[in-house]
């Protein structure tokens, strides 16, 4: 028997209005709302409208996989259609989203992408599950096989250049600040073979972002990222200006997962003291903050959002 639906208290309530992973996506919320008490007709009838547009595609599955009883109303979803692909890759992804938390094993998840894959051979999102599951050091070059994966059937995927980054970044942690570290030249040659109108063109920010989490985990940075020099030399000043300067002509306001990348922006406005610019990002992120940047290296995200806008903004 399926299990009943979570409560919706006030604080539950509360903290989801902070960092809604669903971001300004009015349809996932609703979608969301209703698998959340075992209607899952409504995230069907929203993935056969997503269609083939990957990145929202796996953006809004990821977002759906992350209710805590979604894997059971997938099953039951698959026991209604066996043969839904959708169901299968809703199912893999949060097998993925269990295994994080440590209620699955790894392995079942990973063996639930590989189903998913196999009903739906031209998605990319199973495969971005198998991709979420390798951020920890595995066996050499699994990340870069699933990513080439991810990339064979769509080659500009958001999320799993995102992870990529993340994961990049993390290798050599112990050696200190390196300009020359692999994560950039991943980034920048990203950016640079993107479309011209593709939000990977925000990759190196986010590629800098992400290694000052890993070396000030280390030890290597200021818990502060805004008393960090890591902003202020003449490389990352061009990265920056180039990013926003990006920004200021990008028309193509549609993105699932821009805001996303407007939060890294924001957030590498602020530390590198570039308050009026940060200023027109938070205008235009409002309420959407994201948990990365803002929790690096180990911040409460909604907190620190809310102060760096605060600043940005004049209200302090």
């Known amino acids: 028997m399926s299990p009943p639906p979570p409560p919706l208290g006030r604080g539950r309530r509360r903290a989801a209005q902070a960092l809604d992973a669903a971001l300004d996506d009015a349809e996932l919320v609703g979608a969301r709302a209703a698998l959340a008490q075992g209607r899952w007709q409504a995230a069907r009838s929203l993935l056969v409208r997503t269609g083939d547009d990957w990145d929202r595609r796996g953006h809004r599955i990821t977002v759906l996989a992350q209710e805590p009883y979604s894997a059971a109303w997938a099953r039951d979803w698959l026991l209604a259609e066996p043969d839904s692909a959708d169901a299968a890759v809703l199912l893999a992804l949060a097998q993925v989203q269990r295994a994080?938390?440590?209620?699955?094993?790894?392995?079942?998840?990973?063996?639930?992408?590989?189903?998913?894959?196999a009903l739906a051979p031209a998605d990319p999102t199973p495969w971005l599950g198998l991709l979420m599951l390798e951020r920890e050091p595995g066996p050499a070059g699994s990340v870069e096989r699933l990513f080439a994966e991810v990339r064979g059937r769509y080659a500009d995927h958001h999320h799993a250049h995102h992870l990529m980054v993340a994961r990049l970044a993390e290798r050599h942690a112990d050696a200190g600040p390196d300009p020359l570290h692999e994560v950039y030249d991943f980034a920048n040659l990203s950016a640079l073979h993107a479309p011209a109108d593709s939000p990977l063109a925000i990759l190196p920010v986010v590629a800098h972002a992400e290694r000052y989490r890993v070396l000030a985990a280390a030890g290597h940075e200021p818990a502060d990222p805004a008393a960090s020099g890591h902003w202020s030399g003449r490389r990352a000043r061009q990265v920056m200006k180039a990013a926003f300067d990006w920004w200021l002509e990008w028309e193509h306001e549609g993105h699932p997962r821009r805001l996303v990348d407007l939060n890294f922006l924001a957030h590498a406005k602020v530390c590198e003291g570039r308050g009026a610019e940060a200023?027109?990002?938070?205008?235009?992120?409002?309420?959407?903050?994201?948990p990365a940047p803002w929790s690096y290296p180990a911040r409460?995200?909604?907190s620190a959002f809310r102060a760096a806008r605060a600043t940005a903004l004049g209200t302090a």
Do not use: N, Q, V, Y
Not at 279 to 290: D, K
């Open 300 to 302: 409460d995200p909604h």
């Open 100 to 117: 994080s938390r440590g209620k699955e094993k790894p392995d079942r998840a990973r063996e639930a992408c590989r189903d998913a894959a």
């Open 279 to 290: 200023a027109a990002l938070f205008h235009r992120i409002g309420e959407h903050a994201t």
